[in-house]
């Protein structure tokens, strides 16, 4: 009886033991990632300048010796201001020889118009001949048309004289001089280059295939090379039809929608082209779990600390980074490493998150 009794104890003690609960898996630790999608594609960034939108050149309008250039570059003119002036001395000859032509024949003006009234006199009083008086009548209409003849060349002469002084026609900035004093340069020669510098507008050389592919959604941000907080955004106004053949590139002129006083002529801009896109978000390439056919990755559920995994949508791979169109929300972590030893619904512990 006793021996009996000790075999059923021994029986129950071992389905007792074989009733025991498995020991509970631990938890691993894993790295993660927080999903942070991106709506915006960069597509560049090109440095530039800030240039006036009107520009002209100025040149003279007579040909002659510069005699001296009155404003250095970088200087503001007013309009009508000396900018540069020849040497007048054959202008100065050419008025006094017209002034003289036109001293006489005033001088021949007035004794044509003293014989015409003399021989109109003498036909009325029936002593002066018809022929005579014709003459005198013809005489006074050639001398008056020479008068007119002559002070026309007085006033051309003096309008020679004038375009030896070369003078702004507005406002500006002097950009460029392309001659120098002694000079000898001909009429519309190139000589000053001014800029208003009322209206602004940065200026980049763009590559010619990304030129091709812009569009109305692109956004330009320009900022000061030296000081990037100094920014504004910009819209593009006109860009080149033709690539320049030894660079490439084509010019584009931006329209700026503020003019920070930073922004003087000739500062150095950064500027950056973007694109407004699809919520794409970017993830290592370990973090993705290809399984039975399916890309998926494990979403790490923060209430239960547990891993799940889920479907993804993968637009493009490259090195060792992939991009998700869908599957994934702002704000869930990813697991970033490890992901073919885990299970669903099994418990995590987060260590870290894998730096982007």
């Known amino acids: ?96 020889a017209a002034q003289g032509d036109l001293s006489r024949i005033e001088a021949q003006w007035i004794n044509a118009q003293a014989n015409a009234r003399r021989q109109q006199e003498l036909f009325d009083r029936g002593v002066g001949a018809q022929a005579q008086l014709d003459v005198a009548q013809t005489d006074l209409k050639t ?35 392309k001659v120098e004093a002694g000079q000898v340069v001909s009429a519309g020669q190139e000589v000053v280059t001014l800029a208003r510098p009322d209206v602004k507008e940065a200026v980049i050389d763009l590559p010619a295939t990304l030129a091709d592919q812009l569009h109305e959604g692109v956004e330009f941000r320009v900022a000061s090379q030296l000081d990037p907080s100094i920014n504004t955004t910009a819209r593009l106004r006109e860009i080149e039809p033709q690539a320049d053949s030894a660079t490439r590139t084509r010019r584009a002129r931006l329209t700026l929608a503020e003019t920070p006083a930073a922004f003087r002529l000739g500062t150095s801009i950064s500027v950056t082209l973007s694109s407004a896109i699809e919520p794409r978000t970017q993830l290592p390439l370990s973090a993705l779990w290809e399984h039975q056919g399916k890309t998926q990755v494990w979403i790490i559920d923060p209430q239960s600390s547990t891993v799940s995994p889920r479907e993804v949508t ?43």
């Open 314 to 356: 993968v637009v493009s791979r490259e090195g060792d980074s992939l991009l998700l169109g869908a599957g994934v929300k702002a704000g869930e972590k990813v697991v970033s490493a490890g992901v073919n030893s885990l299970k669903p619904g099994q418990k995590v512990r987060i260590d870290e998150e894998t730096p982007r």
């Open 1 to 96: 009886m006793k021996r009996l009794s000790l075999l059923w104890l021994g029986a129950l003690l071992v389905a007792a033991c074989s009733k025991q609960e498995p020991p509970p898996e631990p938890v691993r630790p894993v790295l993660f990632i927080e999903v942070k999608p991106e709506s915006v594609q960069s597509l560049g960034r090109f440095a530039g300048s800030i240039q006036a939108r009107y520009e002209s050149t100025l040149g003279f309008r007579v040909s002659g010796r510069i005699a001296r250039r009155h404003v250095d570059v970088g200087s503001e003119v007013e309009q009508g201001a000396l900018l540069a002036s020849l040497d007048p001395t054959d202008q100065q000859n050419q008025l006094r």
């Open 143 to 177: 001398t008056g048309a020479s008068l007119e003849q002559a002070r026309a060349s007085v006033g051309q002469a003096r309008d020679q004289l004038g375009y030896t002084e070369l003078r702004s026609d507005h406002a500006a900035v002097v950009t460029d001089w």
